[in-house]
């Protein structure tokens, strides 16, 4: 096809295209128009053209051909051309009914469109929505679990409290039955007891049988119960919880007076102590000490007036425990800021107070570190030295000597108390042995006494003589029988016979010689015979230098009487010593 | 340790007087009254039936003999033994006798608890005292004698009666505010006393000598209660010991609990020193020194044994008791002061301590076991730990 039908094709489709909206939108078309395309389209000069055109767009589109090239005339078929018309008209009718259709289609689709965009954006909605609505109760879950667990929780708590009531229960119930058993028992056992006394005809009366009444405890006699007494009692025991009251009271008292006192003291002590820091630091804080230092000296003059007054009343209580808090904070206060300086000054490292004694601090530590450093080499040497002499090797000698140098005083004194004990028992044994001989002479003498004493009665109830002196040689034999009987005659006498002695030294006779040596022997044996140790031997000695006096001017027989005697003193002596 | 020789005794009834010169034991029906320090036999008397207790007239110069079967209570003087008295209760029976405090009367209860008659030996006169109560502790004689508390129960309803010694007057009755009242006691300086419940109920109450209620005590509900009350000597402190196993201590100023002791299984506390016998069959044994508490277990008494310091953490062996029986063997059932109340000694559980008791001058402590006893001194140095 030439490009110039085409074109012309096209503006025409074109401007058959839009007519159609047009004529959509209008209803009618003004024929002029139409009749104006078309004569564009076909002129008197290209009809043959235009008919085959025609003619070939009306077989594109599938409809008979208009115009046959056979026939030569120029005109064309009125009927194919007609039914051409026609059918176009009504491919053109279709079309725009089916351009209707599609339009209604599309508007349909596009109201769809709009309508499914509208669900959609209100899907979204929705979706956030529950979206929103889901965490939310997720949450909400999440909260009632918690509460589940802590439900839980308590579940087992009650159940446990439960259990633990349940068994408090039961124990209570057992203590119940145990006490109604109880009580059964008993009101059985008084059943009974009715039973029998109701049947039981003799009835036993109470009674009491005492001997003699005796006397109360105290001493008192017993008052009639009459109101006085009863009044008595009342007071009495009033008495005792008032004075019971009173102790406590006093207790308390005291106490209270011991932490005033303390207080007090407290209180002293910090407001000596604020007052003394008080110079350094009023440049600094002056607004603060200030006001305060004037109540303060305030305060210290009202107290110290007060300090011998007992506070007694609430005020005074108030106004002592208010000081010592303000004390106590000012305290507080100081002390922290003293804190502050010492950090400070650490910091700095400025000469101040606080610097200065650390440095003394400083210097105290290294002393210190110094010290323990020298006592460490001290110990130190000390124990190499004792190694040295634990270790060193020496000879057998000094080895054994010295092991033992610890106990070398000891020993020699122990040899040495060994020794004196060792002597004693020498002489301890010496004396034992003399004694059991002395014992055993005794006892031969005590037979040779007897048989002497025998044999003197037979003489003395044979021989009655009054010449003493043919009487002498058997008295010296029988001496000590001679002078057991004198004691037994006559204990009596014995003491007169003393007291002639003295009085005989003057006027010595002859029948007083023999008095006088008896008396001496007569002392020996009264000694003898109890056989009593420690004074006699001194009275006897004294006896027997007594006598000794009388004998000095007398013969010397009876001297020779005096030695045996003392002979027989002194063995007696060493006799008792021994013992 | 010297031991005299063995003497015969029926009932474990063996008693030194109370001035420490005689000694008194009944063998059967018979009396007999010893010197303390000869162990010679001065006096012996004879009662009429098998003698069920005795006891000693707080002057020593009496002595009383209760024969419970027969009802009847012989009196016998150590100063005339000529002298006698027969007390017969007659058909109304005899449940228990004792003492007043001045030793001239002798209180006689009767048999369920009917009565206690009062006779008195310096004038044959008869009182009676109507619907005792049958408790733990129903009667108490204040320290000085003068006072006799006593503990009825009327129209289901508790009450106590003060009651004058000397005569006998009836001082102040006024109702207690417990459920079902266990015991009281008298403070030592008399002027206090102490009314605790059974063991159903937890409550202690403290009334004044004239009757007025000074304060009501009460550590918990429900539970098993007080076990055991004691009094300090001082009369400062009150000792009230539970079946929870804890010893509460009052003060006697605000009467509120000022401390509280435990006894737990296991001793973890580092101040609390722990003895252990140890013989050849080990047994448990452990002490306590500083304020707290002893516990004893029961042990073999070997000459051979000694003590040995046990490192904390010490596990008591407890034995659990059975909690169906009534009165379980649980709870802290016996407490003693020391004389001058700086410790106090408790036993705890079921051990099978039969007493405690300090010496008087507050230094040590002695423990009587059913077959052994034992020996506590305090190192007075130590008080500080």
Redesign the interface.
């Known amino acids: 096809m030439p490009e110039s039908s085409l074109d012309k094709d096209i503006c025409s489709s074109s401007e058959c295209r839009t007519p159609p909206l047009r004529q959509f939108s209008q209803s009618s078309l003004p024929l002029h128009r139409k009749s104006y395309m078309l004569s564009t389209f076909c002129t008197e000069q290209n009809v043959q053209e235009c008919q085959s055109h025609i003619n070939q767009e009306v077989s594109s589109l599938g409809l008979q051909p208009v115009w046959t090239e056979s026939g030569s005339s120029s005109e064309m078929n009125v009927v194919a051309v007609l039914n051409c018309m026609y059918d176009l008209i009504q491919m053109h009718r279709r079309g725009l009914r089916s351009l209707e259709n599609m339009e209604v289609e599309q508007l349909k689709s596009s109201g769809n469109v709009d309508y499914l965009q509208l669900t959609s954006t209100r899907l979204k909605e929705q979706l956030e929505l529950s979206k929103r609505e889901n965490t939310g109760l997720l949450e909400r879950e999440r909260q009632l679990q918690l509460k589940v667990k802590s439900l839980q929780n308590c579940l087992k708590n009650e159940k446990e409290e439960v259990q633990k009531?349940q068994?408090?229960i039961?124990?209570?119930a057992?203590?119940?039955?145990?006490?109604m058993k109880r009580k059964e028992r008993?009101f059985n056992?008084?059943k009974e007891?009715l039973n029998q006394?109701l049947i039981?005809k003799k009835?036993?009366?109470?009674?009491?049988?005492?001997?003699?009444?005796?006397?109360?405890?105290?001493g008192k006699r017993?008052?009639w119960?009459t109101e006085k007494?009863?009044a008595k009692?009342?007071a009495?025991?009033?008495k005792?919880?008032l004075s019971?009251y009173d102790t406590?009271q006093r207790e308390?008292l005291l106490e209270n007076a011991e932490l005033n006192k303390v207080l007090q003291q407290m209180k002293k002590d910090m407001v000596s102590i604020l007052s003394s820091k008080k110079p350094i630091l009023k440049g600094d804080k002056y607004q603060d000490d200030g006001a305060q230092a004037d109540s303060e000296d305030e305060e210290e003059v009202f107290d110290s007036s007060k300090e011998s007054v007992e506070l007694y009343c609430v005020h005074a209580r108030e106004k002592l425990t208010n000081s010592i808090r303000l004390q106590w904070r000012r305290l507080k206060s100081h002390v922290e800021r003293l804190d502050s300086q010492a950090s400070l000054a650490q910091m700095g490292g400025s000469r101040n107070n606080d610097a200065v004694s650390q440095e003394t601090h400083k210097e105290e530590m290294d002393r210190l570190k110094l010290e323990i450093q020298q006592c460490k080499d001290f110990i130190q040497t000390q124990q190499q030295l004792l190694q040295q002499q634990l270790s060193s090797p020496c000879d057998e000698e000094t080895a054994s000597l010295l092991s033992d140098c610890y106990m070398l005083q000891e020993k020699e004194r122990l040899g040495d108390e060994w020794k004196t004990l060792e002597e004693q028992r020498t002489i301890f044994e010496r004396e034992r042995r003399n004694f059991t001989e002395a014992a055993i002479r005794l006892s031969h003498e005590r037979k040779a006494f007897e048989e002497d004493r025998a044999t003197w009665l037979k003489h003395q109830f044979l021989n009655l003589s009054p010449f003493p002196d043919s009487k002498k040689p058997p008295m010296s034999k029988s001496k000590s029988a001679f002078l057991i009987s004198e004691t037994k005659a006559s204990a009596t006498s014995a003491p007169e016979k003393l007291i002639r002695c003295p009085s005989g030294t003057n006027l010595p006779t002859p029948g007083c010689v023999p008095h006088t040596s008896s008396t001496a022997d007569l002392y020996r044996t009264l000694c003898l015979i109890p056989e009593n140790g420690a004074t006699k031997p001194k009275r006897k000695s004294d006896h027997a230098e007594e006598s000794g006096v009388f004998f000095n001017g007398k013969a010397p027989v009876r001297h020779k009487q005096w030695n045996d005697s003392e002979e027989h003193s002194s063995h007696t002596k060493e006799q008792n010593s021994s013992i | 340790m010297n031991f005299s020789e063995v003497f015969k005794q029926s009932n474990q009834l063996c008693k030194v007087s109370p001035d420490g010169k005689y000694l008194a034991t009944c063998v059967q029906y018979r009396l007999v009254v010893r010197d303390m320090s000869t162990l010679q036999i001065l006096q012996l008397y004879t009662c009429l039936d098998q003698i069920s207790h005795m006891d000693w007239s707080s002057d020593s110069l009496f002595i009383l003999c209760a024969m419970y079967k027969r009802g009847l209570v012989q009196v016998w003087s150590l100063e005339q033994p000529d002298w006698h008295c027969k007390i017969d209760e007659g058909s109304i029976g005899l449940l228990s006798s004792r003492w007043s405090p001045d030793g001239r009367h002798i209180l006689n209860t009767t048999e369920f608890h009917l009565r206690i008659t009062v006779w008195s030996l310096c004038t044959k006169a008869v009182s009676y005292i109507k619907y005792p109560k049958a408790c733990q502790k129903g009667i108490d004689f204040s320290r000085d004698g003068c006072y006799m508390a006593l503990a009825e129960r009327r129209d289901c309803k508790d009450y106590v009666s003060v009651f004058v010694c000397d005569d006998w007057h009836l001082l102040r009755h006024f109702e207690t505010e417990t459920q079902d009242l266990g015991g009281l006691e008298w403070s030592p300086n008399g002027c206090v006393l102490a009314v605790w419940d059974s063991c159903l109920e937890y409550k202690v109450l403290l009334y004044s000598l004239d009757g007025r209620l000074l304060s009501t005590y009460s550590a918990y509900e429900w539970s098993l209660g007080v076990k055991t009350v004691t009094w300090s000597p001082s009369s400062q402190f009150l000792a009230i010991g539970s079946y929870d196993e804890k010893v509460r201590v009052l003060n006697h100023i605000t009467w509120k609990k000022i401390t509280q002791f435990e006894h737990p299984a296991t001793i973890n506390n580092t101040k609390a020193v722990v003895y252990k016998e140890v013989e050849r069959r080990p047994a448990v044994g452990a002490d306590d020194l500083s304020l707290h508490n002893i516990t004893i277990g029961t042990t073999l008494f070997n000459t051979q044994s000694k003590y040995e310091i046990c490192p904390p953490p010490v596990q008591i062996p407890v034995v659990k008791p059975d909690p169906d029986r009534a009165n379980p063997k649980i709870g802290v059932s016996t407490l003693a002061f020391s004389s001058d109340s700086r410790y106090l000694a408790t036993k705890n559980g079921g051990f099978q301590v039969q007493s405690l008791n300090w010496h008087c001058s507050g230094d040590s402590l002695i423990l009587l076991g059913k077959e052994q006893l034992c020996l506590c001194y305090m190192d007075t140095d130590q008080e500080d730990k």
């Open positions: 009531l068994n408090i039961a124990s209570r057992s203590q119940y039955n145990h006490e008993e056992k008084l007891r006394l039981d009835e036993k009366k109470q009674a009491i049988d005492v001997l003699n009444n005796i006397g109360r405890a105290d017993s008052l119960k007494t009863e009692h009342e009495e025991m009033y005792a919880l019971d406590r308390l």
